[in-house]
C-alpha cells in the first residue's frame, strides 16, 4: 500500500500506476528521513476532490491560489514505511475538454527529498568538527603572507593580556584565527550543499573569527594521555650476585580503561608529544620476598620512574623482606616535548622474587601554545562554536539576505539588504 500525504493530508493516488523507485545519493539516514543529492523524483495524482482541494482547483481559469505553487511538507510511505520525507510542488496539471468547459485530470507533483531545511542540517555542527588542517607556531608561520582565497587560517596580533616583554611580542603571543568563508564552505559542504556567497569575495574573504591562545583539553585527551596494564615481565626473581636495570612494559593499552590514542607508547618507553605539566602514576600489585646478600657491601632494589636517563621518583624495595601490598609511585612536573618516560626496577646484592601487577597513567595538563609545536586547528577553535552561531551573527552584522535552491543543494547570499529593510 503506498501512501501520500502532502501538507499533512493523505491525497489520492493510482495504486497501479504509482512506481516508488527512488534512487538517492544518501548522505544520511535518521529516522527514517533519507536524504540525498538526487532524490527528486514526479509522481502523478488523479484530479479527486481530496487532491482538487489540497491543490486549490489550480487548473481552474479565475482560481484563487495561496499556497499551491510553494513547497508542501511531503512525505510519501509504501507499507507503512517513510521512502521519501521531504517537499511537495505542483509542476504541471492536465485538463480534460468537456461540453461544459473544462475539468482536472491529473497534477504532475514533484517530489524532493527534505534538504530544504538547511539552516537545521549546517547549523547543528561544531565548527571545530569541519575538519581543519595543523599550524604551527613559529617566526616563520607568524610572519607569512596568508592569502585570504586560499587560507584556513593566519595569525594576528590581540591583547588578551599584558605582554610579556615591553620590547617586543613573542611568538606564542600572536592570536590564530580562521577565515570566515572557510566555515561556511566546510559547513554547507557537509551536509552536501554548495554556497554563493559574497564572503568568498574581496574585501568579505579577509574576515577572520581569532580563537585565544589556548589548546583545548580535549586535545590532551585525544592525543597525549596514556593508561596501560599487565606488566611483563610479571615474575622477576635474581641472586644477590646479580645486579642491572630492568624496564617494565606495560602490555595492554586497550582493554578499557586502557587507552594510547596518541600511540605514545612503544616498547616500555612513552615519548611526551608536547612539552606540558605531567603527571606519572603507577599503581602496582606487589608481592615480594627479598633478603640483602652481603651486609656489608652497597645494596639496592627500587622501582623508578626515569626521564631522559635520570630517575626522578623512587620507591625503596631494598629492606623489605616480605611485602603483599598495594604500591604508588607518582611524580609530578614540567616534562619538554619528546622526552622518554620509563619505569624500570634497578637491582643490586638482593637475592629476590617479585610479583608484579597494575598499571600506569600518564596524565597531562597544559593549556598556552608553545613556539615550535604543532596542533590541529580542532583543539584551538573552542568548543562552544556552532555554525548556527556564525551563520546567526552575520546575518544580523551585515543584514544579510539568504535564497535557498532545494532542488540544487544551493544555498546563496546575493546581496546585502539595506539598512532598515524589511524584507
Same mark, same amino acid.
Given at each position: ?5 502532502v501538507?499533512n493530508?493523505e ?12 534512487n =538517492? ?6 529516522l527514517?528521513?533519507?536524504?540525498g543529492?538526487?532524490?527528486k523524483?514526479n ?9 482538487l482541494?489540497v491543490?486549490e482547483?489550480?487548473q ?6 495561496t499556497?499551491a ?7 510519501l510511505e ?9 517537499k ?9 475538454n468537456i461540453?461544459?468547459?473544462f475539468?482536472?485530470?491529473?497534477y504532475?507533483?514533484?517530489?524532493i527529498?527534505?534538504?530544504?531545511d538547511w539552516?537545521a ?8 568538527d569541519?575538519?581543519?588542517q595543523?599550524?604551527?607556531v613559529?617566526?616563520?608561520s607568524?610572519k607569512?603572507?596568508y592569502?585570504?582565497?586560499t ?10 593580556r599584558?605582554?610579556?616583554n ?6 606564542n ?9 572557510q ?7 557537509n551536509?552536501g =550543499? ?12 579577509r574576515l577572520?573569527?581569532p580563537?585565544?591562545?589556548n589548546l583545548?583539553a580535549?586535545y590532551?585527551k585525544?592525543?597525549v594521555?596514556?593508561?596501560?596494564s599487565?606488566p ?5 626473581t ?9 624496564t ?8 578499557a580503561p586502557?587507552?594510547?590514542t596518541?600511540?605514545?607508547y612503544?616498547?616500555?618507553t ?6 606540558a605539566?605531567?603527571e606519572?602514576?603507577a ?5 615480594l620476598t627479598?633478603?640483602?646478600?652481603d ?10 620512574w626515569e626521564i631522559?636517563?635520570?630517575?626522578v621518583?623512587? =620507591?625503596?624495595l631494598?629492606n623489605e623482606?616480605?611485602?603483599n ?5 607518582e611524580?609530578?612536573d614540567d ?5 622518554s618516560v ?5 637491582y643490586?646484592?638482593?637475592s629476590?622474587?617479585?610479583n608484579?601487577?597494575?598499571s ?5 595538563e597544559?593549556?598556552v601554545?608553545?613556539v615550535?609545536?604543532?596542533y590541529?586547528l ?7 562554536? =556552532?555554525v ?9 552584522i ?6 535557498t ?6 544555498a ?6 539595506s ?5
Amino acid at each position: 500500500m503506498i501512501k501520500l500525504f502532502v501538507n499533512n493530508r493523505e491525497v489520492d493516488i493510482d495504486q497501479d500506476e504509482t512506481n516508488v523507485t527512488v534512487n =538517492y545519493s544518501i548522505e544520511s539516514i535518521n529516522l527514517g528521513n533519507i536524504k540525498g543529492a538526487h532524490s527528486k523524483r514526479n509522481i502523478k495524482l488523479p484530479a479527486t476532490k481530496t487532491n482538487l482541494e489540497v491543490f486549490e482547483n489550480i487548473q481552474e481559469i479565475g482560481s484563487v491560489i495561496t499556497d499551491a505553487y510553494k513547497l508542501f511538507d511531503a512525505r510519501l510511505e509504501a507499507n507503512g514505511v517513510p521512502i521519501l520525507v521531504g517537499k511537495g510542488r505542483v509542476d504541471s496539471g492536465a485538463i480534460n475538454n468537456i461540453h461544459s468547459g473544462f475539468q482536472g485530470k491529473d497534477y504532475k507533483v514533484a517530489l524532493i527529498g527534505n534538504n530544504a531545511d538547511w539552516f537545521a542540517d549546517v547549523g547543528n555542527i561544531l565548527v571545530r568538527d569541519l575538519g581543519w588542517q595543523t599550524i604551527t607556531v613559529s617566526t616563520a608561520s607568524i610572519k607569512e603572507n596568508y592569502d585570504p582565497t586560499t587560507s584556513e587560517s593566519c595569525f594576528i596580533l590581540m591583547k588578551w593580556r599584558a605582554w610579556e616583554n615591553e620590547d617586543y611580542i613573542l611568538d606564542n603571543e600572536l592570536t590564530p584565527a580562521i577565515f570566515i568563508w572557510q566555515i561556511l564552505e566546510k559547513a554547507f559542504a557537509n551536509k552536501g =550543499y554548495q554556497i554563493n556567497s559574497i564572503f568568498k569575495t574581496d574585501p568579505f574573504n579577509r574576515l577572520i573569527i581569532p580563537m585565544g591562545l589556548n589548546l583545548d583539553a580535549d586535545y590532551i585527551k585525544d592525543f597525549v594521555n596514556l593508561r596501560a596494564s599487565n606488566p611483563s615481565p610479571s615474575s622477576i626473581t635474581y641472586s644477590a650476585g646479580d645486579y642491572g636495570t630492568l624496564t617494565i612494559t606495560f602490555t595492554d593499552e586497550t582493554t578499557a580503561p586502557n587507552f594510547d590514542t596518541g600511540n605514545n607508547y612503544t616498547g616500555g618507553t612513552y615519548t611526551t608529544p608536547i612539552a606540558a605539566l605531567y603527571e606519572l602514576i603507577a599503581e602496582l600489585n606487589i608481592d615480594l620476598t627479598a633478603s640483602i646478600g652481603d651486609i656489608n657491601q652497597f645494596a639496592e632494589l627500587i622501582l623508578f620512574w626515569e626521564i631522559d636517563g635520570t630517575a626522578v621518583s623512587i =620507591y625503596d624495595l631494598t629492606n623489605e623482606t616480605v611485602l603483599n601490598d598495594s604500591i604508588l609511585l607518582e611524580y609530578l612536573d614540567d616534562i619538554n616535548a619528546n622526552s622518554s618516560v620509563i619505569l624500570k626496577l634497578r637491582y643490586e646484592n638482593v637475592s629476590f622474587t617479585l610479583n608484579l601487577a597494575g598499571s600506569i597513567s600518564v596524565v597531562a595538563e597544559k593549556q598556552v601554545i608553545d613556539v615550535g609545536e604543532t596542533y590541529n586547528l580542532q583543539y584551538i577553535i573552542p568548543n562552544s562554536w =556552532y555554525v548556527r552561531d556564525i551563520i546567526t551573527d552575520l546575518t544580523l552584522i551585515f543584514n544579510l539576505a539568504w535564497e535557498t535552491d532545494v532542488e540544487d543543494r544551493t544555498a546563496s547570499i546575493p546581496w546585502i539588504l539595506s539598512c532598515g529593510s524589511e524584507n
